[in-house]
T-cell receptor, first 112, second 115 residues
Framework: DTAVSQTPKYLVTQMGNDKSIKCEQNLGHDTMYWYKQDSKKFLKIMFSYNNKELIINETVPNRFSPKSPDKAHLNLHINSLELGDSAVYFC???????????FGPGTRLTVT | DAKTTQPPSMDCAEGRAANLPCNHSTISGNEYVYWYRQIHSQGPQYIIH???NNETNEMASLIITEDRKSSTLILPHATLRDTAVYYCIVRSRHRYGGSQGNLIFGKGTKLSVKP
């Protein structure tokens, strides 16, 4: 069974559109994350979310918003997509605290 | 910014031990050393972590110097499937409630295992 899954795997869309990426974990973890990996392969934290407490990386535009319908899901909504949003987005989960994070397979977003 | 320094790339012969160094000279007393790797086009994968004692699991060994300013990840018998970018990360040990627990990825070391 896949521990952390993301859908879709690939997403191609035009500038200005609104899109969502879904993430689900079946590990029973309380904390979930979203990371962005750009074309230069730098992997950066965007959000961490635990028990309805959201920690936002200050560099993330407010066009990005995570939404958690329940503890097992943390979806990423992106409004008014821009070319610079093209990247691979990874979801991850962990227990609260200094525990290892489990990553999903990634969603490659291409904005044209 | 990442608090660690790693060589950008390393080569290793298949079947030999791969020793990946990491400098973290500004590490503080409550920070752990974590290692993750990212195989091409996949999500990062946790390998091992430690505070001050050497650690070993089924994937690797982690050797941390006594002053904790550097560490070495050892893959005892590297295979072609170990070709990946390896990230050394320092992270504070704290109850969740702030950004200090987030993983800050640097550039990592690209390990190429060759036949």
């Amino acid at each position: 069974d896949t521990a952390v899954s993301q859908t879709p795997k690939y997403l191609v869309t035009q500038m200005g559109n609104d899109k969502s990426i879904k993430c689900e974990q079946n590990l029973g973890h309380d904390t979930m994350y979203w990371y962005k990996q750009d074309s230069k392969k730098f992997l950066k934290i965007m959000f961490s979310y635990n028990n309805k407490e959201l920690i936002i990386n200050e560099t993330v535009p407010n066009r990005f918003s995570p939404k958690s319908p329940d503890k097992a899901h943390l979806n990423l909504h992106i409004n008014s997509l821009e070319l610079g949003d093209s990247a691979v987005y990874f979801c991850a989960s962990s227990r609260p605290g200094p525990y290892e994070q489990y990553f999903g397979p990634g969603t490659r977003l291409t904005v044209t | 910014d990442a608090k660690t320094t790693q060589p950008p790339s390393m080569d290793c012969a298949e079947g030999r031990a791969a020793n990946l160094p990491c400098n973290h000279s500004t590490i503080s007393g409550n920070e752990y050393v974590y290692w993750y790797r990212q195989i091409h086009s996949q999500g990062p994968q946790y390998i091992i972590h430690g505070l001050k004692n050497n650690e070993t699991n089924e994937m690797a060994s982690l050797i941390i110097t006594e002053d904790r300013k550097s560490s070495t990840l050892i893959l005892p018998h590297a295979t072609l499937r170990d070709t990946a970018v390896y990230y050394c990360i320092v992270r504070s040990r704290h109850r969740y409630g702030g950004s200090q627990g987030n993983l800050i990825f640097g550039k990592g070391t690209k390990l190429s295992v060759k036949p």
